[in-house]
């Protein structure tokens, strides 16, 4: 006889792994499926983002600012470097270890919270009276039954057409960081945030990058003027963009990968590579699940149909994350994958996508939640705006690191908080107090009349919010 479980969740990364946590503090008998496996074929849960995305990326980030560091700005400190290298593989080795690390946890956190792991790939077979039954396709297979079903089966990284993956020459996000040695020219395509990142880590180990974008702007989902402040940022550090471009045929040989391209002067360019990385977004992971066995609705990009509470076409079935409609980024899974545990405990989940933060880990970090000033003048809102750089903020000159600014955006009315953006030293942690003002609904005034500790670099923020009164005190 079947297993039998209260919630299955199908998928182990942000999203699953949470919900399947939350669900079973809350009482409910839980089993999460996953398939993702480790070098040495056992369970690997934390799914793309752990294995292949944000965990290792961000390690990666850290090694070759560290190197950068010592290779350029250590001096200005007074501290001299003789010798200097870097061992890539040992850098990838300690990257491998982070990610390990990350793995074994959630494997601890399920054995704490009384979760069924099945390592596998979980698909539907039938509804039945009981629920829904699901095949676990491992080692072994079997078929559990859930009352409840949440999908959190990710995304998948997306190829040109013609010119698929084959993690050697033409890189995904999953070869990008298995590169073993500093390429000598890498090329990238899709300057957002895969393209900027992993073209920042290999830049900085004295790679030769070039980034091809379709767009005519960079980053347009950001502020325009933090946008234009972050690309004069990575001009300066030679890291090369090239907008508005048409990419034409790709083709790879012995001695690399050569792009040919046009211009945004309509002149016809060619780019050769040691490797390519392709980033150009990512599609909804939905092959293999058999939805078709049980009638689970998709869209036209392949992405399951839920409504406002993540509840599908089907009794009992709900799905979270990239899978879904919405920003695919690891923090919204999570916040789903809690909302949709709740619901199914009876209790009301809450997801406010108008206070997500987003985050691109250069070197400016870039981060905002909210609206831009262009999409409020799109809109037709009355709106102020106050600025702060970086390069009137005590901590950042003694960081040596003024890069940047701290822009407020709030309603010209009732002075709500509307929007915030940051480009500078550590915008991912400043960005923080802004979603909670703004998830409170406070106002540029709330956060002016707080008290900041001095020096921080959270000054420029309180700063920012004093600018938008245009009552700046260090600038």
Known sequence: MSKQFDVIVIGGGPGGYIAAIRAAQLGQNVACVDEWKNSQGGPALGGTCTNVGCIPSKALLQSSEHYEQASHHFADHGITVKGLSIDVAKMVARKDTVVKQNNDGIQYLFKKNKVSFFHGRGSFVKASADGYEIKVAGATEETIVGRHIIVATGSNAR?????????????????ALRINAAPKKLGLIGAGVIGLEMGSVWRRLGTDVTILEGLPTLLG??????????????????????????????????????????????????????KLIVSIGRSPNTTGLNVEAVGLKLDERGAIVVDADCKTNLPGVWAVGDVVRGPMLAHKAEEEGVA???????????????????????????????????????????????????????????????????????????????????????????????????????????????????????????EAALAVDKRTLNF
């Not at 013609?162 to 033409?170: A, V």
């Not at 990419?247 to 060619?270: C, D, L, N, P, R």
């Open 221 to 274: 989902v950001v502020d325009e003027q933090i946008a234009k402040e972050a690309k004069k940022a990575f001009d300066k550090q030679g890291l090369k963009i090239e907008l508005g471009v048409n990419v034409g045929e790709i083709k790879t040989s012995k001695k690399g990968v050569t792009v040919t391209y046009t211009s945004a002067k309509g002149e016809a360019k060619t780019l050769e590579v040691d």
């Open 340 to 462: 949709v545990a709740e619901r199914i405990a009876g209790q009301h989940g809450h997801v406010n996508f108008q206070t997500i933060p987003w985050v691109i880990y250069t070197s400016p970090e870039i981060a905002w939640v909210g609206r831009t000033e262009q999409q409020l003048k799109a809109d037709g809102v009355a709106y102020k705006a106050g600025t702060f750089p970086f390069l009137a903020n005590g901590r950042a000159r003694a960081l040596g690191d003024t890069t940047g600014m701290v822009k407020m955006l709030a309603d010209a009315k009732t002075d709500e908080i509307l929007g915030v953006h940051i480009v500078g030293p550590m915008a991912s942690e400043l960005i923080a107090e802004c979603v909670m003002a703004m998830e409170f609904r406070a106002s540029s005034e709330d956060i002016a009349r707080i008290c900041h500790a001095h020096p921080s670099l959270s000054e420029s923020t309180k």
């Open 159 to 175: 190829a040109l057409p013609g010119t698929p993956f084959d993690e050697e020459l033409i890189l995904s996000n999953d070869g």
